[in-house]
């Protein structure tokens, strides 16, 4: 995995979605292996590109945000996973509005 990442990054850029979605791959493949800590690394990496080439409450964006908020609760990292989580809730609020099911 690592090797589609790096050649991904080498031909496309690292903000490009096939880096993003093999680098969110990998973290996801991190956590279920219990490498909480290096796949919160992969996961903010994942976020910080998704939001600098599709904006901060893009639904992949979002997406992520609340895959890395499971993983921080999972470390015991109850405060910082609900401030990501109310990121999520608000990015999802705005343009869906405060009833929408999502």
Not at 1 to 23: C, P, R, Y
Not at 33 to 58: C, F, M, P, S, W
Request: some cysteine; glycine content about 10%.
């Amino acid at each position: 995995m690592l090797q589609v990442i790096e050649a991904n990054t080498a031909s496309l850029g690292a903000n490009h979605d096939s880096t993003l979605t093999a680098k969110g791959n990998y973290a996801a493949l991190l956590k279920k292996q219990g490498k909480l800590e290096e796949a919160d690394r992969v996961y903010r990496e994942v976020i910080e590109g998704q939001t600098a080439a599709l904006g901060a409450n893009h639904s992949r964006t979002l997406i992520m945000k609340g895959n890395c908020t499971v993983e921080l609760r999972d470390q015991g990292k109850l405060e910082e996973a609900g401030r990501l989580y109310l990121e999520v809730i608000e990015g999802k609020t705005a343009p869906l509005g405060a009833n929408n099911a999502d």
